[in-house]
């Protein structure tokens, strides 16, 4: 009967204590885990790739009259990195944070607040400042782009007169 | 700093596992919560087999129609206070399945269910994740029983301007 024992207590030792001691000592994370992601506010343009890579909606678009929100919510969030990937600007980071528990859903949020460019003649809100300012950059290529800040259904209407005019002389 | 806890739990933590229709990574999971690895036995968390004999439930998954009247009767079962630890992206919010048609969707919908049907739920602690780590498992757990406080805020931010 002791013998038995004895050669467990020897493996045992040899073995030693595997147990991590985790809140009072450091988490076992590897180079690649993925925790939440963090949005870079001053680089964000607010385009929406992420928002249709993410594959659970975890980042979703709130629209309203001259606000567009980028809101991420990291209780419904898989981890995946997929919009860091898509990011056109790099401006979502995935960190290593995942001591995320918590009492209250509200605290899982992140919402990133991007103000939409006003329209010049009809006065709509149409399309978040950075983006806008963006696309003025790539097209106008030095020059000042002619009706680069109005919004798309005053644009055609204004192309369509200015048409009207050259055809008729 | 500590945060004052419900009476009952200034002893040993008991758990009761409760799959709501989950994939079993977040099972898989708290396996490795109560191995000797991570070894939450440290704190006194113990594997119940009845909802009789629990204060904390341990719920996973989001919830799917055909377990919700096993799922309400077993929390029904559980003594005050009752407490709950929401463990995975399912259980906090629906996960994948939030919009799905079959799916109570995550604990939040399910805690209105069980007020209109007179059950009362003391305390809640979301661990999100997917699946949820065993190390924020034993953190979620900290934070419910008042070892720790939570970490994460709510985050407003407004684009730069350039």
Not at chain 1, 119 to 137: A, D, M, N, S, T
Not at chain 2, 91 to 108: E, K, L, R
Not at chain 2, 109 to 115: A, P, Q, V
Request: contains cysteine; proline residues 6%.
């Amino acid at each position: 009967m002791v013998k038995p024992i004895l050669k467990l207590i020897t493996v045992a030792k040899e073995a030693g204590v595997v147990t991590r001691k985790y809140p009072y000592d450091s988490p076992l994370l590897t180079e690649e885990f993925r925790g939440k992601i963090e949005i870079d506010a001053s680089i964000c343009w607010g385009c929406g790739a992420c928002v249709k890579a993410c594959p659970s909606n975890a980042l979703t678009i709130r629209e309203s009259m001259d606000v567009r929100e980028l809101v991420y919510f990291a209780g419904r969030c898989i981890f995946c990195g997929r919009c860091a990937d898509v990011c056109p600007t790099g401006a979502i980071k995935v960190t290593k944070e995942f001591e995320l528990a918590t009492e209250e859903l509200e605290d899982l949020e992140q919402v990133v607040i991007h103000r939409k460019v006003k329209c010049p003649i009809c006065g709509k809100h149409f399309v978040p400042q950075p983006l806008g300012r963006y696309v003025c950059e790539k097209c106008a290529k030095g020059g000042v782009p002619t009706y680069m800040m109005v919004c798309p259904e005053c644009r055609r209407k204004v192309g369509v007169k200015k048409m009207i005019r050259c055809k008729g002389g | 700093m500590r945060v004052r806890t419900p009476r009952a739990l200034k002893r040993s933590i008991w758990v009761f596992h409760l799959n709501t229709g989950s994939c079993n990574a977040c099972d898989i999971e708290i396996l490795d919560v109560l191995a000797p690895f991570m070894d939450a036995e440290r704190f006194g968390v113990k594997l119940v087999a009845s909802p009789r004999h629990a204060d904390v439930a341990l719920l996973t998954g989001p919830i799917t129609r055909e377990t919700l009247p096993k799922v309400v009767n077993a929390l029904r079962a559980m003594p005050r206070p009752r407490l709950v630890l929401a463990i995975g992206a399912c259980a906090v919010s629906g996960g994948i399945w939030h919009d799905s048609y079959s799916v109570i969707g995550g604990f939040p919908r399910l805690k209105k269910i069980l007020e209109e049907n007179g059950v009362v739920i003391d305390r809640v602690v979301y661990v999100p994740g997917c699946p949820a780590r065993p190390e924020a498992i034993i953190y979620g757990l900290a934070v419910l029983v008042g070892l720790l406080k939570k970490k994460v805020r709510k985050e407003v931010k407004e684009a730069g301007e350039r």
